[in-house]
C-alpha cells in the first residue's frame, strides 16, 4: 500500500511536462540555482544532473558557500537519504539510505563509495578532509558499481575540487566567532589556456565546547586543523588536459567528549557541563601521547590524463595515492578513573589505476575500462589501565566501594590495597591488539547506452570484480600480575601475527532507462546490484591459535523509478526506491573490537524528493525530504537484530529555506540564507536500545550579510544550531560493551562574522 502511495505521488508529477521548460544551457540554469542543469560526470562524461538515470544530489560549491557549509558533517543536512555523523575526523561515519559505512578495523569492507577527484578515499580513517574550494559535491544514490567501484554498495560521494582555469583570480575568508572560533581560507587561481594552477587551504581553530576538569588535560572538542591543495593544469591542445593535484589534511584536535551517564559528576542530560576525563598517568608511555586528542596526517596525490583521440572517442585515466597516519587516545568510560584508556594508531596507504574509453554519437554512448586497487592498512589498539580499578568497576568485587563517586573521586583506586592486604596500592596493567589489511581488486567494468528514438535512452552494464583479501591478527594479552589472568576478555597470540588469505569473484550489473519529456524533464527507472566485500575476520581464538571467521559478501538489490527536471520556475526531483538486502552485515563492539556479524536479511522502502522554486532573479527557495521504512527483517532466523531499525537511519528527514540575494545598488546587494532541518528519531547502535537513540532534531542555520564593490567584498554573519538545540551526536561506543555506555554531545549554538574578498 505505501508503495501504491509514493508512485502515485510519483507519476502524479508528471503534470509537470505540460509547462514551459526553463532555459536549456547549462551552465547559465545552474548558475541560477537549478542543481539538475549543473554539469556533472557521475556517468563518466560530462552531462548536465538532469540527464543521469539515477537517483543524484548535487551540491554546487556555489551553494554550499551560501549556506555556509565549511565541514563534511554539515552537508547532510541539505541532502535527502544522507548522513554524515563525524565522531572525529578519525571517525566519520557515511550514511546512505540508511545504510552506514564507518568501521575502523582495516579488515573491514567500506558500504559508501567516497571518491575525491576520481580516486576512492573510502577507507574510513582516511576519509576525511577539510571542505574549501569545491567546484561540486555529487552524491549519486544506490548501487553504483560501475560508476564507482565495489564499495559503492548504496551509494557514492564525489567530491570534485576547483580547477586550475585561464587568467588571474584570488579570494581569502577570514571569520571569527564564539568558542574563540578563528577560520581562514581562499585560493589562488594563475594560468592561460596552456599551464594554469592553483593553491588553496583551509585554517580552523576553535575552542572546546566541553570543559575538562582533569588536571593537564585540555577542554574537549577542540579543533586545529588545516588543508592545503595545490592544482596544475596542462592542456597543450583542445584533444589533451592533465591535471595534478597534490593535497596535505591534518588535524591536532582535542580530546572526543566521551562522557558517562554512570561514573562521575559528568550531568550528560544537560549534555555540555564539566566532564572529567582523566586519561592514564602513563599515557605517553604506553598510548603514545600524553593528552587525550587526535593527532592525523593524510597525503593525497592525483593525476588525471584525458585525451580527445578520435571523432566521438575519449580516453581517461586517473592515477591515485593516499597515506594517512592518525593516533587518537581517548577516556572510553568517559570518567576520573584509570579503568578504559585506549588509543587507535591508524594507517594505512591506498593506490589506484583506472583506464576508461568511452565514445558518444547521436544514437549510442559506451563507456568500458580497468580498474587496480590496493589497500594496506592497520589499526593498532593499546589499552591502560590499573588492576584493582578495573576489576572493581566491572565486577564490583568490594560492595558499597563503587567505582567513581559524585565528586570525581574514584573509590575504585582503593580495591588494589584491600584485595591484597596493603601488599600493593596500585598495579599498571598494559594490553593490546593489532588487526591489518592488505586488500586488492581488479575489476573490468562498461556501460552502454543505446537511443533507440531520441526521447528514450536504454543503458546496461556491469563490473566484473576478482578480489584478495588478506587479513592479519596480533595480541599482547599478558596476565596481569597478583590476578594471574588478562584483563580482557581476548586472547594472546604469544607474539606471532596470525595471517588469512582469500580471494573473491562477482559480477554486479545495473540496467536504467531513461525518457525525456522535454528537454528539461525526464523519468528514470532503475535496477542494480551492489555488494559489500566479504569479511576476513581473524583473530586469536583459546590456546592462542588463529580465530577465522568467514563473513559471506552483503549484496543488495536496487529498484527506483523517479522523475527530475525543471519546468517554468520549479525545479527538482522526486525517487521512489526499494532495497533488498541478503547477508547483511553489522558492526558491533565486543570487548572494545569492532568485529562484524551478519544479521540476515533485511529491506528498505523509500521516497527522496527535492525542489527548488525560482521566484524572481534574486529570490529562490528550496525544499527536499527524505523517508525511508526500512532495517532488519523481523524473522526468527535473523535473532537479536529482528526488527531492528537500522544504525543512524532517521525515518524522516528534511531541511526547508530560502536564499535572497536583492540588489540595494549598482554595485551592492543584500544576501540572506536562513535554513531549517529536521531528523526524526535514530538508534546509534544494533541490537536497538531506547537508551542508546536520539529522539528528533530540528536545527535552524542562518547566513546573511552585505555584498559590495559588485561581490568583490563581503560582509556576512552567521549563525548554526541558532536554537542552542542539545542533542547527542553518537552513544554507546566503546565503553558500551562493557557495561559504561557513553554519549557525545553534539555540537552547540555558534555563530559569527566572516569577511571575504575576492579579486
Given at each position: 500500500m505505501k508503495f501504491g502511495v509514493y508512485a502515485s505521488s510519483l507519476l502524479a508529477c508528471t503534470a509537470l511536462a505540460g509547462s514551459p521548460a526553463v532555459a536549456d544551457e547549462g551552465d547559465e540554469a545552474g548558475a541560477n540555482g537549478?542543481?539538475?542543469?549543473?554539469?556533472?560526470?557521475?556517468?563518466?562524461?560530462?552531462?548536465r544532473a538532469v540527464d543521469v538515470p539515477i537517483t543524484l544530489s548535487v551540491q554546487s560549491g556555489e551553494r554550499m558557500r551560501k549556506l555556509g557549509v565549511t565541514d563534511i558533517g554539515e552537508l547532510s543536512n541539505y541532502v535527502p537519504g544522507l548522513n554524515v555523523q563525524v565522531q572525529s575526523a578519525n571517525n566519520p561515519g557515511f550514511v546512505i539510505r540508511g545504510i552506514t559505512s564507518d568501521s575502523g578495523?582495516?579488515?573491514?569492507?567500506?558500504?559508501?563509495?567516497?571518491?575525491?577527484?576520481?580516486?576512492?578515499?573510502?577507507?574510513?580513517?582516511?576519509?576525511?578532509q577539510g571542505v574549501y574550494d569545491l567546484d561540486r559535491v555529487e552524491v549519486a544514490k544506490g548501487p553504483q558499481a560501475t560508476l564507482f567501484g565495489t564499495a559503492a554498495t548504496i551509494g557514492a560521494i564525489s567530491f570534485v575540487s576547483a580547477k586550475p582555469e585561464a587568467g588571474t583570480s584570488a579570494a581569502l575568508t577570514g571569520a571569527y566567532g564564539n568558542l574563540d572560533a578563528t577560520r581562514v581560507e581562499g585560493f589562488v587561481n594563475m594560468g592561460n589556456e596552456v599551464f594554469a594552477a592553483r593553491i588553496a587551504g583551509q585554517w580552523k581553530k576553535r575552542d572546546g565546547y566541553i570543559e575538562n576538569l582533569a588536571p593537564g588535560q585540555d577542554d574537549l572538542y577542540a579543533q586545529d586543523q588545516l588543508g592545503l591543495r595545490g592544482s596544475l593544469r596542462f592542456a597543450p591542445t583542445t584533444d589533451f588536459t592533465a591535471d595534478f593535484v597534490f593535497t596535505y589534511d591534518r588535524q591536532r584536535n582535542s580530546g572526543t567528549p566521551f562522557l558517562s551517564r554512570n561514573l562521575g559528576s559528568t550531568a550528560v542530560e544537560g549534555l555540555y557541563d564539566a566532564a572529567y576525563l582523566g586519561g592514564s598517568p602513563v599515557s605517553a608511555q604506553v598510548l603514545g601521547a600524553e593528552k587525550l586528542g587526535l593527532d592525523r596526517d593524510v597525503y593525497d596525490a592525483n593525476l588525471t590524463l584525458s585525451w580527445d583521440f578520435a571523432e566521438g572517442w575519449n580516453f581517461t585515466t586517473v592515477n591515485g595515492y593516499r597515506d594517512f597516519d592518525a593516533l587518537e587516545v581517548f577516556d572510553a568510560d568517559g570518567s576520573a578513573a584509570w579503568y578504559l584508556e585506549f588509543a587507535e594508531r591508524a594507517k594505512g596507504w591506498q593506490a589506484?589505476?583506472?583506464?576508461?574509453?568511452?565514445?558518444?554519437?547521436?544514437?549510442?554512448r559506451a563507456s568500458f575500462g580497468w580498474n587496480y586497487f590496493i589497500e594496506d592498512s592497520s589499526q593498532y589498539v593499546p589499552l591502560s589501565s590499573e588492576l584493582g580499578t578495573y576489576l572493581q568497576c566491572s565486577a564490583n568485587l568490594i560492595p558499597g566501594l563503587g567505582c567513581v563517586a559524585a565528586d570525581n573521586t574514584v573509590p575504585a583506586s582503593r580495591a588494589t590495597a584491600l584485595l591484597t592486604g596493603g601488599a600493593f596500592t596500585a598495579v599498571p596493567y598494559t594490553s593490546w591488539y593489532r588487526n591489518e589489511g592488505r586488500n586488492q581488486t581488479w575489476s573490468m567494468f562498461g556501460d552502454v547506452t543505446w537511443k533507440p528514438v531520441p526521447e528514450l535512452e536504454v543503458t546496461g552494464g556491469a563490473r566484473v570484480l576478482i578480489e584478495t583479501r588478506r587479513s592479519g591478527y596480533a595480541a599482547f594479552q599478558p596476565n596481569a600480575p597478583v590476578y594471574g589472568r588478562p584483563l580482557l576478555p581476548l586472547f594472546d597470540t604469544g607474539g606471532e601475527t596470525f595471517r588469512a588469505r582469500k580471494s573473491y569473484a562477482a559480477v554486479l550489473p545495473r540496467v536504467n532507462l531513461l525518457y525525456h519529456l522535454n528537454p528539461s524533464l525526464n523519468l528514470y527507472a532503475t535496477i542494480s546490484e551492489g555488494r559489500r566485500s566479504?569479511?576476513?575476520?581473524?583473530?586469536?581464538?583459546?590456546?592462542?591459535?588463529?580465530?577465522?571467521?568467514?563473513?559471506?559478501?552483503?549484496?543488495?538489490?536496487?529498484?527506483?523509478?523517479?522523475?527530475?527536471?525543471?519546468a517554468g520556475m520549479v525545479s527538482g526531483s522526486l525517487g521512489v526506491y526499494y532495497n533488498k538486502y541478503d547477508d547483511f552485515q553489522v558492526s558491533v563492539v565486543e570487548n572494545g573490537q569492532s568485529v562484524t556479524r551478519s544479521a540476515g536479511s533485511a529491506s528498505n522502502l523509500g521516497v527522496e524528493?527535492?525542489?527548488?522554486?525560482?521566484?524572481?532573479?534574486?529570490?529562490?527557495a528550496f525544499g527536499n525530504v527524505g523517508f525511508i521504512s526500512g532495517g532488519i527483517d523481523d524473522k526468527a532466523e535473523n535473532g537479536a537484530y529482528a526488527g531492528d531499525q537500522f544504525r543512524l537511519q532517521p525515518k524522516w528527514q528534511w531541511a526547508a529555506g530560502f536564499n535572497l540575494n536583492a540588489p540595494l545598488s549598482e554595485t551592492a546587494s543584500l544576501f540572506l540564507s536562513p535554513s531549517v532541518t529536521y531528523r526524526s528519531k535514530i538508534y546509534f547502535e544494533i541490537p536497538n536500545s531506547q537508551n542508546i537513540s536520539q529522539d528528533a532534531v530540528t536545527l535552524v542555520n542562518l547566513r546573511g550579510g552585505v555584498a559590495?564593490?559588485?561581490?568583490?567584498?563581503?560582509?556576512?554573519?552567521?549563525?548554526?544550531n541558532l536554537t542552542d538545540r542539545h542533542y547527542l551526536l553518537d552513544a554507546g561506543n566503546t565503553g558500551g560493551s562493557f557495561g559504561y555506555p557513553t554519549f557525545i554531545p553534539a555540537e552547540p549554538r555558534t555563530y559569527g562574522i566572516e569577511l571575504t574578498a575576492r579579486y
Open positions: 537549478d542543481a539538475n542543469q549543473i554539469v556533472v560526470t557521475t556517468q563518466k562524461v560530462e552531462q578495523s582495516a579488515q573491514q569492507g567500506p558500504r559508501v563509495t567516497l571518491y575525491y577527484n576520481g580516486v576512492d578515499i573510502s577507507r574510513s580513517r582516511g576519509a576525511y589506484s589505476h583506472e583506464g576508461r574509453f568511452t565514445y558518444s554519437d547521436d544514437q549510442w566479504p569479511v576476513v575476520q581473524l583473530s586469536a581464538a583459546a590456546g592462542g591459535v588463529p580465530d577465522l571467521d568467514l563473513i559471506r559478501s552483503e549484496t543488495v538489490w536496487n529498484y527506483e523509478v523517479g522523475i527530475k527536471g525543471s524528493a527535492e525542489l527548488e522554486a525560482r521566484f524572481t532573479s534574486w529570490l529562490s559590495l564593490m559588485d561581490g568583490r567584498l563581503e560582509v556576512a554573519g552567521y549563525a548554526r
